[in-house]
């Protein structure tokens, strides 16, 4: 474990800030990304919940729309 964040360290000493600020927004994005698609999918069970009802796949994709709006 030790040797993986020596081994970071040394990768990311060589980069100037720009690239390492560009990276850190990258690994800020996916982190959304990956809350977000946890939202969608507890959205439409909650939805699913609600109306006591199987959801048509159909059903998921108005949903997954209406949410990205």
Known sequence: MSFAIVRNSILFSDF?????????EQKNRRKLKKRRSV???LIIA????????????L????????IKI
């Open 16 to 24: 100037d800030d720009d690239l390492l600020e560009v990276l850190k």
């Open 46 to 57: 909650l939805f699913g919940l609600l109306t006591k009802s199987t959801i048509s796949p």
């Open 39 to 41: 939202y969608n999918t």
């Open 59 to 66: 059903t998921i994709l108005i949903l997954l729309f209406l």
